[in-house]
């Protein structure tokens, strides 16, 4: 097994969801190499359970393991003189899909905090929406989706890259904080198309 502070960062944050009782979609899991920058990134995907395919609110998670962070992490595991720690740069989209009608941008902000649950001691910063309509091939009966993103870094101090312990303590509340989150966008009143999946009895 690979042992690295960015998978153990991948680790920490999948059980701190999975311990929220959200449902992985497997397919949506990615751990990607940038061939020509040298970043790792690793995306994936968790609604609630019972949803159906596609979900009708779903959290799409990303980590960012910068170049720079890496040759931080070296300079550090080295014991080499460096002012820079690395950081972990982490972007969590909320989406809620299948609508039958344009969403109000309004109405979805108004039951999503400013900022997320503090990871260590830093929060993600939410931006501003993005809407999507897909059409079918017909152009009748179009369905819409609308994005909400929290954006922001997590920097690796000397005790967290001394023990990698502490990033479980750091990450432990996303788990929860995404899980109500996903539920309050859930119970907002909007009419939503039949998943092409329906659930399984």
Do not use: C
């Not at 960015?6 to 009782?21: K, N």
């Not at 929406?129 to 101090?157: F, K, M, Q, R």
């Amino acid at each position: 097994m690979l042992d690295h502070v960015f998978t153990d960062a991948i680790g920490a944050l999948r059980d701190a969801i999975e311990d929220a009782l959200l449902e992985r979609v497997a397919s949506e899991e990615r751990f990607q190499s940038d061939m020509l920058l040298g970043d790792l990134s690793w995306e994936t995907s968790y609604s609630l359970p019972g949803e159906g395919a596609p979900a009708r609110v779903r959290a799409d998670i990303t980590l960012l393991w910068s170049t720079w962070s890496q040759t931080a992490y070296r300079d550090w595991f080295l014991d080499e003189d460096s002012t820079d720690l690395p950081r972990i740069e982490i972007g969590i989209t909320l989406r809620v899909q299948r609508l039958a009608a344009p969403p109000d941008p309004a109405t979805i902000l108004s039951a999503l905090p400013a900022a997320t649950a503090p990871i260590g001691n830093e929060s993600l910063a939410r931006s501003g929406p993005t809407t999507e309509t897909v059409y079918p091939v017909t152009l009748d009966e179009p369905e819409y989706a609308i994005e909400i993103s929290y954006e922001g870094s997590y920097e690796l101090d000397e005790k967290t890259l001394a023990d990698g312990s502490t990033l479980d303590e750091d990450f432990a509340s996303m788990g929860g904080w995404i899980t109500a989150t996903l539920v309050k966008l859930g119970d907002i009143q909007l009419s939503y198309r039949p998943p092409s999946e329906p659930i399984e009895p």
